[in-house]
């Protein structure tokens, strides 16, 4: 049996890095069967999980932090307001990315988000870059 695989990931739930488990989508999400060949981290011991940059060479390279439920819906909302910004074309979606990164002082990735008050600075920053566009 091969040995299972561990990496300190940030968790948002348990607000530290812990270690986390290689597993995959079969385990994390057992009604998904599309996803049962991916690859996930897991915290056992809040049943966080994160996936993965699977399609990148280093395919068990975490997408970020491991959130939690409600940091998942936040993210979902962000993408919900950023993407229709660059979709339509009125920003790059680079040039969105780099205006949001400046405003935060850090290089912003919605899944890098660690806490719902995170979240919901980058909503307001979301409104204003979107007014200026
Ligand atoms: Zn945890």
Redesign the pocket.
């Known amino acids: 049996m091969a040995m299972s695989a561990t990496r300190l990931i940030y968790?948002c739930?348990?607000q530290d890095k812990?270690s986390a488990r290689l597993t995959t989508g079969r385990e994390v999400y057992p009604h998904r069967p599309d996803l049962h060949a991916l690859p996930f981290w897991r915290?056992d011991?809040?049943?966080?999980f994160v996936g993965c940059h699977h399609k990148t060479a280093d395919r068990t390279r975490p997408l970020g932090c491991?959130p939690t439920p409600e940091l998942k819906e936040a993210r979902r909302h962000i993408h919900a307001l950023l993407d229709p910004i660059w979709q339509s074309g009125r920003m790059s979606r680079r040039a969105i990315y780099a205006a949001i990164s400046a405003e935060l002082g850090w290089k912003y990735h919605t899944a890098s988000l660690r806490s719902i008050e995170e979240a919901r600075q980058v909503y307001r920053l979301i409104r204003r870059i979107s007014a200026q566009a």
């Open positions: 968790c739930a348990c812990v915290h011991a809040c049943g966080g491991i």
